[in-house]
């Protein structure tokens, strides 16, 4: 079984994401704290992390550390941005809120396929 870990403030829409994770087959960890992320990531080994775009930098520290940069990061975001601007943040791919649910599934299969 897949393991992702959603880190977002909205704790509201992000448990129903992580119920939604498990009902597709996924071991899904939510936080609304960035500041623990490290040791989940450590403890719990995560195939895929989906975070919101407002974790300030969060992505991009992620990146650029060389135990973590392997793990595919699905970026999210409330606000109409352009693909270019969410890749820039080192995303691997992002999706807008609210969720099509179909294209989060589509974008969830195809990173963990990648990587």
Request: glycine share 4%.
């Amino acid at each position: 079984m897949k393991k992702i870990i959603v880190v977002n403030n909205d704790i509201d829409s992000m448990s129903l994401l992580q119920t939604w994770l498990k009902r597709n087959g996924f071991n899904a960890l939510y936080t609304g704290n960035a500041e623990n992320l490290r040791t989940l990531i450590e403890d719990f080994k995560p195939d895929l992390l989906i975070i919101d775009i407002m974790q300030n930098g969060l992505v991009e520290e992620l990146k650029n550390d060389p135990l973590i940069t392997h793990i595919p990061v699905l970026v999210m975001t409330g606000y109409t941005i352009p693909r270019e601007q969410a890749v820039a943040s080192k995303g691997d791919d992002f999706i807008q809120k609210p969720f099509d649910l179909p294209d989060l599934k589509k974008k969830v299969d195809t990173l963990l396929r990648l990587h």
